[in-house]
């Protein structure tokens, strides 16, 4: 009897724990505390930290290959829509069918903010290659600046799916962390007044410009740039789908039940990647510095060109809608309007800020786009 229950702790979990384990248990119980408690994007971050405390926790197997004629592990088989690049083009559907592009249309100009906005991964990228990352390394490194989860994981999968894990997750952590990290940048950057500033409603936009566009998008940008077609193409889809008003059940499935299912998967199998021994590295820290540092740079170039955009029209462009330029839809847009509140509480700037807000997500996918082109 006492060596059948020595033989029982002697394989399990407990004996197995080491203190990189433990490290890992109480990061991912403090995303969960984040999500829970907090309220901080618990959609994204509830399944990532649950799938790092699986997989964190010893001989559970769920991240196991198959192996001698056996089953792989549960995670392991649903990751595989990670790894092959395919949950992030349909997280693009899902997006695009949930997206009106409708501000965007009513003010072009907004895509000069989103694209100032990219300038992160740029930066991120350079910061890599300093650090001596190979150029694949560093431009999956660099995506992160886009605050864009799916773009990062599928650019990632595509040129360094040794890191996917670390980058999978910096990358999601900041888009949940977009409430804390962007408000300072923005106060820091931007007079009381200049926040102050109301700016004037958006014209309509007619149905016909809103089924006109995606078709317009797809064609020039994926003929400019081939490599962007997965995620620019199912972006575009989403939101023609949404606009002819043809079939509202697909619309319906593709904005809710669908963008659920890829989400679960989606966030606990890049939670599952980040394991002990893979994510306690020097490496993860530089990624997860330079991912701080590109998103950083990123909300501040947005709102630099807003500040500029505000002095060539007088003050109509209030610059803090330049902080929504970072792909992060829809949390970017409303922190600008949490942040435009407090300064004016008669300000609404939301819908301003959605014009940056999606011209970020085409950014991004462009970005991807072009890293890929050069190191693909």
């Known amino acids: ?3 059948a229950i020595k033989d029982i702790v002697m394989h399990s979990g407990f ?8 490290i890992m248990i109480g990061i991912a119980c403090l995303f969960l505390y984040l999500a829970i408690k907090k309220g901080y994007e618990p959609y994204l971050l509830i399944p990532i930290a649950f799938g790092m405390l699986l997989v964190n926790l010893p001989t559970g197997g769920l991240m196991a290959p198959p192996l001698d004629g056996t089953n792989g592990g549960l995670l392991y088989y649903l990751y595989q829509g990670t790894n092959l690049g395919i949950y992030p083009p349909l997280i693009f559907l899902c997006l695009g069918a949930a997206t009106d592009f409708g501000p965007l249309i009513a003010n072009p100009k907004t895509l000069l903010l989103g694209g100032a906005a990219q300038i992160g ?9 300093a650090m001596g990352m190979l150029g694949p390394e560093a431009a999956s490194v660099g995506i992160i600046g886009g605050a864009d989860g799916p773009t990062a994981i599928f650019l990632t999968s595509k040129l360094a799916p040794h ?18 990290i962007q408000p300072p940048i923005i106060r820091l950057l931007t007079t009381k007044k200049e926040r102050e500033i109301k700016m004037e409603q958006l014209r309509p936009v007619s149905q016909k410009e809103k089924i006109v566009f995606p078709i317009v998008v797809t064609i020039f ?5 081939p490599s962007s077609a997965p995620l620019i193409g199912m972006l575009m889809l989403g939101n023609l789908i949404k606009e002819s008003g043809r079939v509202p059940n697909i619309t319906n499935t593709l ?12 966030g606990i199998t890049v939670g599952a990647k980040a394991e002990a021994e893979l994510f306690l590295s020097i490496q993860t820290a530089k990624i997860i510095l330079l991912g701080l540092i590109a998103f950083a740079i990123g909300t501040a170039g947005g709102v630099l060109m807003g500040k500029l955009m505000c002095r060539l029209t007088n003050g109509k462009v209030n610059p803090m809608i330049g902080a929504a330029g970072v792909s992060a839809v829809p949390m970017a847009a409303r922190v600008v309007q949490k942040e435009g509140v ?11 800020a959605m014009g940056p807000n999606v011209a970020g997500v085409i950014g991004s996918a462009v970005a ?5 082109q050069f190191f693909g």
């Open 15 to 22: 004996a197995n724990l080491s203190y990189k384990h433990v």
């Open 221 to 225: 940008v994926i003929l400019l740039l």
């Open 1 to 3: 009897m006492i060596e």
């Open 121 to 129: 991964i740029f930066v991120a990228f350079f910061g890599a290659l």
């Open 368 to 372: 991807a786009g072009v890293l890929l």
């Open 342 to 352: 407090k300064a004016n509480p008669s300000n609404f700037l939301l819908m301003h």
């Open 163 to 180: 890191l996917l894990s670390s980058i999978a997750l910096a990358a999601y952590s900041y888009m949940a962390l977009v409430p804390i």
């Open 255 to 266: 904005q809710h039940s669908l963008m659920y299912i890829i989400t679960i998967f989606l």
